[in-house]
């Protein structure tokens, strides 16, 4: 949903706010270059200012008509990093497909997959974080919302899983002759040797198997 100020009002609203430090949150801050660092990783929106403000009500929002990025760095501390760094990518998200919660849902995703840092069970911690939520004006419920990560998560992997090469089939190698085998030479019907009898010598020599 966008406001009069072009802010999209995202997935960072409907996330439940943790009392108490998330297991494996690590706190979040910007780079030097103004990208969202969190768990290792440096995350950026091309052609995005990423900004820290404490003031911000939600844990991230996106403002498309200033490419902005806003991130309260209080509040998403309180969450995993995997949520973390999902809210990131997802705000990331309005900024390419638009006001679609779904849409930017799976923007998020296909990111995650394809920068490596998310999977099927860190899928479930973020689908926890919605915390069951029904239907609000500005977002679908949590159980549609996770349908549709689960969803899309299936055909970024299809889409991202590396190719299987295939081994490389080789020609077997052809065999040698038996150098201790000596060549048959058929007899003529005079009882010498087609070869001193002038008729044709068939020679053979033994197969190898």
């Known amino acids: 949903m966008r406001t009069s100020q072009g802010v999209s009002l995202s997935l960072a609203a409907s996330i439940v706010l943790l009392t108490a430090t998330g297991a494996g949150a690590q706190t979040a801050r910007m780079g030097p270059d103004g990208s969202f660092q969190v768990a290792g990783r440096r995350l950026t929106c091309e052609n995005v200012r990423t900004r820290m403000d404490r003031d911000l009500p939600n844990l991230g929002v996106a403002v498309p008509a200033q490419r902005l990025l806003l991130i309260n760095p209080d509040l998403i501390g309180r969450q995993p990093s995997i949520v973390q760094m999902f809210v990131f990518a997802h705000e990331c998200g309005h900024h390419r497909i638009g006001a679609s ?28 974080s919605f915390g069951g939520r029904p239907a609000t004006p500005t977002h679908p419920s ?15 992997m299809a889409r991202h899983a590396p190719t299987i090469a295939k081994p490389v089939q080789t020609a077997a190698p052809a065999p040698s002759p038996d150098r201790g085998s000596r060549p048959l030479v058929a007899k003529s019907k005079a009882g010498g040797t087609a ?7 068939i020679v053979s020599q033994p197969r190898l198997l």
Not at 142 to 156: H, I, P, V, Y
């Open 101 to 128: 919660e779904l849409g930017a849902d799976c923007w998020a995703v296909n990111r995650g997959v394809a920068d490596g840092w998310l999977s099927r069970a860190s899928l479930h911690q973020i689908c926890k």
């Open 142 to 156: 949590a159980q549609s919302r996770c349908a549709a990560l689960d969803r899309c998560f299936g055909t970024a």
């Open 195 to 201: 070869e001193a009898a002038g008729e044709p010598t």
